[in-house]
């Protein structure tokens, strides 16, 4: 199932101090860290310590997410922290092979039965950080538990060794909205670097063309970020109050055993109807938080 979610907000696994007001910030999701984000060093400890911030935000009904790191071993430490109830998904860095991610599969769900959690209560999310992994999308979408494809903007520019411009990223974050709606997976990513955080404007213009091409949410590393995101990819005022006349409508329609309705002057047939039941879907709140 994908995840319903349009902002997820980075936080160090390791840094009580902003774990302690992260369910504040606003974001649909938080992404608690264990990977770029905490020293090598500080792994063993991060990983200690992730049950009590994420039974807390459980508690107060925040979704988290939690980002593993690439290495096996690391990985099972991860797993074997990460895996418990209130963690909707795991966020796999550097996938580019569905084998890999099968075999983390298998092993979360071990956990799983074992931790009494239902079967694929824990979802991946393959983070696609590299043209090998943009080449194998196909094969990575169709991995059972996976529930999102994102693009990792960082560290995809730096597998060429050139900027995260518009320029590389715009093809990736259109093959990756392609490959989720093939699978009815939540496609999360932007077509430039996530550090912007201080020209909203040249950030917003990011958001939109990620919308445009497909793209259902963002990774966001500020809180600044957060409501930008939140405001372009939920449905604008017109476009729920035009889907609620058509879904009004072809319900009608359907009732009546009609197979087509006039709205607003345009024909209205099946397709059509179900973009507007999307709309309204998107339309509702996602998270609790505040500001």
């Keep these: 199932m994908a995840l319903p979610y349009r902002s997820y907000l980075f936080v160090p696994a390791d840094n009580a101090k902003l774990l302690e007001k992260a369910h504040q910030r606003g974001a649909d999701a938080l992404i608690l860290d264990l990977e770029d984000a905490v020293l090598p ?5 991060a ?3 992730l049950p009590a911030p994420i039974d807390r935000l459980h508690g107060l009904g925040v979704p988290v997410l939690v980002r593993i790191n690439s290495g096996w071993r690391d990985a099972v430490a991860d797993l074997e922290a990460a895996v418990r109830p209130g963690v909707a998904a795991l966020v796999v860095p550097k996938a580019e092979d569905a084998g890999a991610l099968r075999v983390l599969s298998a092993m979360i769900g071990e956990w799983e039965a074992e931790r009494g959690l239902s079967p694929g209560a824990i979802g991946l999310v393959a983070l696609i950080e590299s043209p090998l992994g943009l080449e194998r999308l196909a094969d990575i979408a169709a991995v059972p538990r996976v529930a999102a494809l994102a693009l990792g903007s960082e560290d995809f520019a730096l597998s060429l060794g050139v900027e995260p411009t518009e320029a590389l990223l715009a093809l ?11 699978r009815g997976l939540a496609a999360i990513g932007l077509p430039g670097s996530l550090a912007e955080f201080r020209d909203l404007d040249a950030y917003r213009a990011m958001v939109v063309q990620a919308r445009a091409v497909g793209m259902t949410g963002a990774l966001c590393i500020h809180p600044a970020q957060l409501p930008v995101v939140r405001d372009v990819f939920a449905p604008s005022a017109a476009d729920v109050a035009w889907a609620g006349r058509v879904v009004a409508a072809w319900d009608e329609a359907q009732a009546a055993g009609r197979g087509a309705v006039s709205v607003d002057g345009r024909m209205v047939d099946r397709p059509v109807a179900e973009r507007a039941k999307a709309i309204l879907a998107r339309s509702a709140p996602t998270t609790k938080n505040a500001e």
């Design 41 to 45: 060093a500080g792994k063993p400890e």
């Design 47 to 49: 990983r200690r310590g």
């Design 172 to 182: 990736p974050c259109r093959q990756i909205a392609l490959a989720a709606a093939a």
